[in-house]
Nanobody
């Protein structure tokens, strides 16, 4: 069974840091584009970052460039989202997902985790 599990969310003060993890089971994450998305209450799900191991393409939303970094540990079948200089507007449920090819479009991802809550207090 193909499964993604996110972890690492929590409550942090503005300016703080968090590292989210997305661990796969039942398949090899290295073969897929992995995306991180977030959804705040009343807002649409948006792409935060995505990365393709096959061609090295990486995407960051303008709102997180310079603050968030996506990385992989293929030995652990895990993708990370390193978040620093967090802002209250980063508060959302964060999801990881996989796609067959590189894209930041949420609708083109077909395997999703359950999400992890990130709350940034001012």
């Amino acid at each position: 069974q193909r499964q993604l599990v996110e972890s690492g969310g929590g409550l942090v003060q503005a300016g703080g840091s968090l590292r989210l993890s997305c661990t796969a089971s039942g398949f090899t994450l290295e073969h897929y584009t992995v995306g991180w998305f977030r959804q705040a209450p009343g807002k649409e799900r948006e792409a935060v970052s995505c990365h393709s191991e096959n061609d090295g393409n990486t995407y960051y939303a303008d709102s997180v460039k310079g603050r968030f970094t996506i990385s992989r540990d293929n030995g652990k079948n895990t993708v990370f989202l390193h978040m620093k200089s967090l802002k209250p507007e980063d508060t959302a449920v964060y999801y990881c997902a996989t796609a067959e090819f590189f894209t930041p479009v949420p609708g083109l991802y077909d395997n999703w985790g359950q999400g992890t809550q990130v709350t940034v207090s001012s």
